[in-house]
Each structure stands twice: as C-alpha cells, then as structure tokens.
C-alpha cells in the first residue's frame, strides 16, 4: 500500500465505524436528529476513502481493479456513493446507510487483511471491457446493496410500527409501502447493470479466454446470483412478493453477489477470474 | 389432464422451479470437480476415492453442465419459455393497440390508483395540456371531453424481446458446440504455421468439429516481446505475418481474428538454440529447444544422447550459494543444467544468454534464445447470434424495467364551479413512487398543485 493510502484507508474505516455506531445509537436511543450529522460522518469517509483510492492510482497507475483487496476498496466506495446520493436525492433515505455502512466497513477489513501490495496492472486487465465489466459489476453490487439496506430498514421499521409506541428514529423514512417499492426499484437497477456486466464479460472472455462462457466458477455464480435476483423480480411483478417477503428475498440475496465477488476464490483456486496479481 | 399439464408447462411457477433446480446444478458444479474442466483434479480425486467418483459419475454429476439431468432441465427451460411466449403474445398486442375502449371516465375508472384534479388557470386549455403531456412523452388518444394518455406504450415488446433473445443464445451457442474446433499449438519466432492438424498439441488434443472445416490460417511468426514489470506480466506483443503479407499483432486480450477463427496467446516459454561440442569442436548436435521453465519449473531436453535437465532464472542471482531469481524480469536470464548420461548425473552447471558451459570434454553452447508461444485455436460459428442474444436481453431488460408504462386517463370538465382537469393514472410496478410523478407532472402542466 502506498503511505497515503494506508493512512486514508485507516481514516475512512474509523470514520465508518464511528458513523456505523452513530446509526446504531439513533435507531436504539430512538434520537432520529443523529441521523443527518451522522450522513456527514459518512461523507467525509468517503472522501477519505477517494483519497486513498487516489493515492492507489498514483503509485500504481491504473485504479484498483482487482483482487480482493482492490474490490473491497473500489467496490466499498461505489456502495457508499449509492448511498449517499441516495440520501443527497431524498433525505428520508440517509437512513438506508445504517445497512450499507457496516457492510462496506466489513468489506474493507477483510480487505485490508487481503494482500494490498502495489502492482503493475496485469497484462490480460488491460483492455476497454475491464472498465464496462468491473464498473457494471460495481454498480449492481451498489445497487443489491441498497436494496438489502432498504430491506432492513423495511423490517426494522414494520417492527417499530407495530409496537405500542413506535421508535421516532423510523419516522424519518418514507413509507413502509415507498420502501417497498425502493427495495423493488434498486433490485432492477442492480438487475439491469448485472445484465450489462454479464454480457460485456462473456465479449471480454472471448478474446481473453477464447470461450464466452466456460463455466469459471466466478462465472457461474455470477449467473446464479443473476437467477436469483430475476426470481426475485418474477415474484414481485408475477406473484405480487411485497413487503415483508421482499425485504428478506433483498437481504438475502445479496449474499450470493458477496460470495461470487468475495466467496468463490476463497474456497476455488481454479478461478480464471484471479488475474495473477500478487 | 393434457390441459392441466400444458398449464403447468407453461406457468411462471414452473419457470421459477426450473431456474431454482438449475441454480442447484450449477452450485453443484462448482463443488463436485468437473471432468472436462478440471482434468488433473479430477483424475487426483478419482485415484483417491474411486469409488465415491464412479457413483458421480454414474449420475453424470462430474460432467453436470452437460449431463443429462441438465440438457432435461434446459429443454423444460426452453419449452416453458416458448409457452410462456406464446401465452403473451396476444396479451403484448392487446397491451400495445391504441383502442378508444381505453377512454373511460377519470372518476369511476377502476384500476387507476391514482386520483386528482387540478383548476385550469386561464388560457390553458384542451391543446396546450395536450401538448404538454406529449412533451412528456404521452401518447393521446381522444379529446378534452375524455382521453387516455400512455407513456412507453410499446415496452411490453421488450417483454418478448428479453425472452427471444435466449432463445438467440441457445441457437447460437447449439451451432458453436457442433462446428467448433479447439486446439493449441506452439510456435516459435521465426516458424511458420499453415493449419496443420498434425502440428496441434496430443495433450491436449484437438476437439474436431462436427460440423464444417478446420481453421483455415496460415501464418508466420515475426517477433514475440514479453513485458514483465515487478513480477506481473504486464503485456506481450506478438507480430504475426499472414500469407498476403499483412501483419497483426496479437497480445493477451487482442488475438488474431481471420475465417471464424481465433488465435489467441496462452503460454510464453523459451527457445534456446544449442549446440553441443565435443573436445576437438566438433558439432555433436544443435537444435531450438521448446522450454516451459518461465514459471520456474523444471524442464528437459536431449541433446547428443545426454539428458539435461534444466531451470531458468530470469535475474539470476547467488543467495547463500543458491541460484535464486531476484524478479520476473529478464535482466540476467541464466539457465542452469544438469547434465545425465544414462540415469547418473555427470555434471552441473550455468549457461547464461548466449553463453557456454563446458564439461567432461563437451561444449554446450548457447546462440541464440527467442521465445515460443502457445497459442489458442478457436473456430466456432454462431457467435454473432450469441452476441445479438446478449445485446437483446440487455436492451430488453433496459427497455421492460426502466421505460415501464404509465397511463392516465382524463377529463376536462366543471367541478365545484371551477374548470378542472380531472386525472387518474397508473404505472407498471410502482405505485407511491408513480404517484410523485403525476403529482409532478400534472402538478407542472397546471402550476398549480390542488390535490383531492
């Protein structure tokens, strides 16, 4: 890691887990004022994180693509951005980083636990479809992400409605019934990029690979997770899963995105997909 | 029971199960090692428990992706689709069709979950509301009395598209598999190579196609230059010249593209030229050896019936008396070889770039070391129907989940004295967020919010 880096790195972690303990303390305080103030903390870890990723850039040339650590950074900051101009759209929202903060937190300590060495950019990352298929990838991550905070979110708040007394901290979302539909709405938006990351991957993989599909296992989780989350979107539109259901099937769902990102490579060493970086 | 079957064949419930199963299968593949995929674990594992691998194999469960539980589960997939297809063929076109039975009446329409009504300001009138809401991208059927209005009117198409276009990989990806040939070959700088099929590699061996020819390419190779900085290999550029004399460049990401064919950089290795010398320099025997040893293994060539066994060092170093390589990057490229004759070891040594060694009378020399290659021969057809099926499910999933319909109905008329435009709207998908769009834009068209 290069010195600025680590040092932006360690911010952006620590603000992260100040902010993550300020949403926590609103919602079991039931102090909904923390939440904007803690919105700020929040950005200033970003900016914190930007900085790191710009010190990255410096020392290696190209931005963090790959590798375990590369993705927890670069994916953490594009969740974090979804995150906060979500909040920056509608101010009901900010709540929603209650679920991605502590997410994107883990993601960068197991991250920092990973290899974070500098390298050159290996040579079979240097092409145009690299940007369109990692950026796609990210994207959908950041927006599977949103959909399982506004998930939990949905939970905790039909919970705390249906209490004698509801926590005050809730009052600050929107609706259950417009949280419902954001869950639906960030499940496509993630569903849409994830088609154009799949497509643009299997272009890429033939000129890399020589096979647009060969089974890889990052492969076929991808489309496991791209399954899942077309069932989920089957079930909204065709079985009318709202709600409660919704909010679980977005929770859950996500895990099979954080295993082909996160998951795969630990336990398969015959990935194509591990690039030779060191 | 024909029609219950046919609409269990055909239902979305079935469609669900089928993705749920395959997903299933595909998880599977990743745990149980695939005979075609991963062939030495395979092989390791079915050494170790031959038993527990012959009952996978039996159920096809070592070659999944294409055994016969799979193809089922695949042709149901697609059997269910075209049924699936079929069923909303009618219902896309009556969704899609401007049909004046849509005009009903704003305050007792049911289906429309949004209702309001706005007072007219002065001046606006029939046409300008009109004309504002086409603007937004409304299509307007009827007239101020009563009219309906749908935005994105022909999305349910995308419906159809999405599905066809699996329908495009299927048949793009059926024709690849029977007219795909697959094979490696290795070159050096300065060979030639005519689509022999001879010249591909036994292990492993060429997968014929069933179907049509083999690669047609001929070729010859000008110049390979590797690029490794701090261990990573960061490019390779590999000029090729073909039999019209044209050059192209190959590199990793960049193979050569010519009749269906791909030929693509998979493996660098070097090619010493040796010659080995008796004692009175006499040339024993000499030719361009093919060495994998880039990744630090050990390779073996014969030479004058002496085996020798060889490592590379690509910045060759001495660390407590050991040959070590400082980094990947070729600054002192040494190999170092041990020489057998008949099984017993007779001597060890260094022979750098371009250099010699000597030993029991013998003169091994080094002249010269280009690189070989191997490369990757792929032909298959159907791939520009495989890449149109990705470009339509990608349009198609855009198409049906971001430009989702919105209808309104509407209605100008006189409600409690004033001239109002009464309104009701429904979107695909969204209601409370499809709410805050029309009260945006009717909201807008009147300037003037006066919600119910």
């Known amino acids: 890691m290069a010195y600025w880096e680590t040092i932006f790195y360690l911010v952006s972690m620590v603000i992260y887990a100040l902010a993550g303990g300020g949403f926590i303390y609103s919602f079991v305080f039931k102090n909904p004022r923390v939440v904007s103030k803690v919105t700020l903390l929040v950005l200033f870890g970003f900016i914190a994180q930007t900085a790191a990723i710009l010190a990255r850039f410096n020392a290696t040339g190209h931005l963090p693509w790959s590798g375990h650590y590369e993705y927890a950074l670069m994916g953490g900051w594009f969740i974090i951005a979804g995150t906060l101009f979500v909040g920056w759209q509608n101010k009901q929202l900010q709540g929603l980083a209650v679920g991605t903060v502590p997410l994107v937190l883990i993601m960068l300590g197991y991250g920092y636990m990973q290899n974070p060495a500098l390298t050159p950019m290996a040579a079979s990352l240097k092409t145009i479809w690299l940007y369109i298929h990692v950026y796609f990838a990210w994207l959908s991550f950041g927006g599977y992400s949103l959909a399982m905070a506004a998930g939990v979110v949905f939970l905790l708040k039909q919970k705390s409605e249906a209490q004698e007394v509801p926590n005050p901290s809730y009052e600050r979302f929107p609706s259950l019934g417009r949280l419902d539909e954001l869950i639906f709405r960030y499940v496509v938006f993630g569903f849409i990029t994830d088609t154009i990351m799949i497509s643009a991957g299997a272009i890429w993989a033939k000129d890399l690979w020589g096979s647009y599909w060969a089974w890889d296992p990052v492969e076929t989780w991808s489309l496991i997770s791209w399954l899942i989350y077309g069932i989920t979107i089957h079930l909204r539109v065709t079985f009318g899963w709202r709600e409660k259901r919704l909010a679980w099937l977005a929770i859950a769902a996500l895990s099979t995105v954080i295993i082909c990102f996160f998951g795969v490579n630990l336990v398969v060493n015959t990935s194509l997909h591990m690039f030779q970086v060191r | ?452």
């Not at chain 2, 009563?146 to 990989?169: D, E, Q, T, W």
């Not at chain 2, 060979?191 to 099929?197: A, N, S, W």
């Not at chain 2, 990757?376 to 149109?388: A, E, M």
């Open chain 2, 1 to 452: 029971m024909f029609t219950k079957l046919y609409k269990f064949l055909s239902s979305l419930r079935f469609t669900i199960w089928l993705i749920c199963l395959l997903g299933v299968i595909f998880a599977a593949g990743l745990w149980v090692p695939q005979k075609r995929l991963l062939k030495t674990i395979y092989l390791d594992w079915q050494q170790k428990s031959p038993d527990l691998v012959a009952f996978l194999d039996s159920f096809g469960l070592t070659t999944i992706y294409t055994s016969p539980i799979t193809v089922t589960l695949w042709l149901l997939f697609f059997l269910n689709l075209s049924l699936v297809l079929w069923q909303r063929i009618p219902v896309i076109k009556s969704r899609i069709v401007l049909s004046e039975s849509k005009i009903v009446d704003p305050e007792s329409a049911g289906g429309y979950p949004f209702h309001s009504y706005y007072p007219l300001p002065d001046g606006l009138n029939e046409d300008k509301i009109f004309a504002a809401l086409r603007k937004h991208g409304f299509t307007i059927l009827g007239n101020g009395n009563m009219f309906y209005g749908v935005k994105n009117r022909l999305s349910p198409i995308a419906f159809a598209l999405f599905h066809v276009s699996f329908f495009l990989i299927l048949f793009g990806g059926i024709i690849g598999v029977y007219t795909e040939f697959r094979g490696y070959v290795e070159l050096a700088q300065g060979e030639t190579f005519q689509g022999e099929l001879e010249r591909y590699k036994d292990d492993p061996g060429p997968k014929l196609p069933e179907i049509g020819s083999l690669p047609d390419v001929s070729f010859t190779i000008k110049s390979i230059v590797p690029r490794v900085v701090r261990n990573t290999p960061t490019g390779i550029s590999i000029m090729l010249v073909d039999s019209r004399g044209k050059s192209h460049e190959v590199g990793i990401n960049v193979p050569y593209n010519t009749n269906h064919t791909s030929v693509m950089f998979k493996h660098l290795g070097v090619a010493p030229l040796f010659i080995l010398k008796d004692s009175s320099g006499k040339e024993i025997g000499g030719a361009y050896m093919k060495l994998d040893v880039l990744k630090g293994g050990p390779d073996h060539f014969t030479l004058g019936g002496l085996l020798f066994a060889t490592r590379f060092y690509p910045d060759y170093a001495l660390v407590d008396g050991k040959p070590v390589t400082r980094s990947m990057e070729f600054n002192n490229q040494v190999f170092v070889i041990s020489v057998e004759r008949d099984g017993k070891k007779i001597a060890e040594g260094t022979v750098p770039k371009n250099g010699t060694m000597t030993f029991e009378g013998y003169r091994l020399e080094m002249q010269e070391m280009p690189f070989w290659v191997r490369f990757y021969v792929n032909k298959q057809r159907g791939l520009s129907i495989v890449y149109t099926g990705f470009a339509l499910a990608t349009i198609g999933v855009i198409w049906r989940l971001l430009f989702f319909r919105r209808e309104i109905i509407g209605s100008i008329r006189e409600k409690e004295g004033q001239l109002c435009l009464v309104v009701a709207g429904r979107s695909e998908y969204y209601k409370s967020l499809a709410e805050d769009e029309f009260v945006k834009l009717f909201s807008g068209i009147v300037r003037k919010t006066d919600e119910r």
